[in-house]
């Protein structure tokens, strides 16, 4: 049987309907692309901590208690479980000691195994630690009147002098 060709000589055969798509090839746009780029961000986002250093720097005080939250701070995790701790010098031994607990502490909040090691780095905490917070007397300080209502509770007139001229010279440097 002879195909008949229309008048542009194109055969019939050609101007058949397409094959059903099947389910699979129907969905794949926009699920390929989410999974290429999940593919593409993994290794940058697990070089970097993988999201737990930024969920163990929010609950930080949470995790450790405040007495440590104020003499030690998070400021890296590696690939291999290694947690780099930036702490207080005066606090930096009593931390080596009580390594395991914080470990404990840690991978308990999590409930995995996140981190194996600390290293300890000796030092001021950094800005962005939620203990870095000025002292209360230098918020308070922030306006003279603040600061005599404050001095006005102390009954000893020459620490009070020595506390308003220390308070002022605060209040001069911060302006």
Do not use: Y
Not at 15 to 23: F, G, K, Q
Not at 46 to 54: P, T
Not at 91 to 112: K, S, W
């Amino acid at each position: 049987m002879d195909t008949i060709k229309s008048e542009r000589g194109v055969s019939d055969d050609s101007l058949s309907l397409p094959a059903p798509v099947r389910e699979s090839e129907r969905h794949r746009g926009f699920r390929a692309v989410g999974v290429a780029v999940s593919k593409l961000a993994a290794p940058i986002v697990a070089k970097r901590g993988g999201g737990v250093l930024l969920r163990l720097k929010s609950q930080w005080a949470a995790i450790v208690g405040p007495d440590w939250a104020a003499v030690a701070w998070p400021s890296a995790l590696g690939r291999d479980g290694v947690l780099r701790l930036r702490a207080a010098s005066t606090a930096a031994l009593e931390l080596q000691h009580r390594a395991p607990l914080l470990i404990e502490r840690i991978n308990c909040f999590f409930g995995r195994s996140v981190v194996t090691r600390l290293a300890l780095v000796q030092g001021p905490l950094p800005l962005d630690s939620p203990s870095s917070e000025p002292p209360i007397l230098t918020r308070a300080a922030g306006e003279p009147d603040a600061l005599d209502e404050r001095l006005s509770e102390i009954a000893d007139p020459r620490l009070r002098a020595a506390l308003d001229r220390l308070g002022r010279a605060v209040i001069g440097r911060r302006s």
